[in-house]
């Protein structure tokens, strides 16, 4: 196994024991790692800081509008939250990918990455 497939396996392994989210989309899940580019490998850079509003607007600005092409509406914001609540707000891990992944479903962008 490579790299990539060896933090997949951890993710999917997170969103099941630590998210309660029996069926995970692999391949999706795959390819918002890959959509998270090198910061997947940066201990820091690979989880989401919810209590930060500059890294929120930052995952609205270049993922959900730039990569998924969405218009800035109030349903970003409020997709956003609702997978900050996903996580928990204690939750400190957040991971990148997992929270792409979660985006993707939730305004079904699925096919742009198949």
């Known amino acids: 196994m490579g790299k990539l497939d060896d933090v997949v396996a951890k993710l999917e392994a997170n969103m099941k024991d630590k998210l309660g989210i029996e069926k995970v989309d692999t391949k999706l899940l795959r390819a918002a790692a890959k959509a998270c580019g090198p ?38 914001d409020e997709a956003i939250s609702e997978v900050v609540e996903t996580f928990g707000k204690s939750n400190r891990n957040k991971y990148r990918a997992i929270f792409y992944y979660l985006l993707i479903k939730k305004f079904k962008k699925a096919s742009m990455f198949k």
């Open 39 to 76: 910061a997947l490998y940066n201990k820091d850079a690979s989880t989401v800081s919810s209590g930060d509003a500059t890294e929120l607007e930052r995952v609205k600005t270049n993922f959900l509008i730039k990569k998924l092409g969405l218009k800035d509406t109030p349903k970003l």
